[in-house]
């Protein structure tokens, strides 16, 4: 899979990665989980299928869950962007690379975006960025 891969996914609360009629279908996390996955060849993190964007509680205990088994880290390629409002994970996304650049890639309810860092910063006022604990031993 390449990122264009994903370009036409539509999103849908809670999906994961199913296509329907011809039309790849995620949610944030889905997505974020597929790209570390698919494109970069990280390990495919839990699913989450039941936690919906309506859950901020659950949504939040699940990136909990995923991230205090990584550390936090600066901005690199296959780290999961995580957006906080207070104490509340609201969104996650994935930094990616194109053109040799650092990326925020996300889905949102307009589709998927990736725009350079900075812009994906930007946008949110409380990011925090992951990384698997072997990636970053390799740094």
Request: with cysteine.
């Amino acid at each position: 899979m390449t990122l264009n891969d994903y370009l036409g996914a539509i999103y849908v609360d809670g999906a994961r990665g199913e296509v329907v009629n011809g039309v790849l279908q995620h949610d944030c996390w889905s997505l974020t989980r597929a790209v570390r996955h698919e494109v970069y060849g990280l390990p495919l993190l839990p699913s989450w299928g039941h936690v919906r964007s309506t859950m901020p509680r659950e949504f939040t205990r699940a990136a909990h869950e995923c991230t205090d088994a990584m550390v936090r880290c600066e901005p690199c390629v296959g780290a999961i962007a995580c957006v906080w409002r207070g104490p509340l994970c609201v969104h996650v996304g994935v930094i990616v690379e194109v053109g040799g650049r650092l990326h925020g890639m996300e889905m949102t309810q307009q589709g998927v975006f990736i725009k350079p860092l900075r812009a994906f910063q930007a946008k949110y006022l409380n990011v925090s960025y992951h990384i698997d604990r072997s990636l970053s031993q390799q740094a």
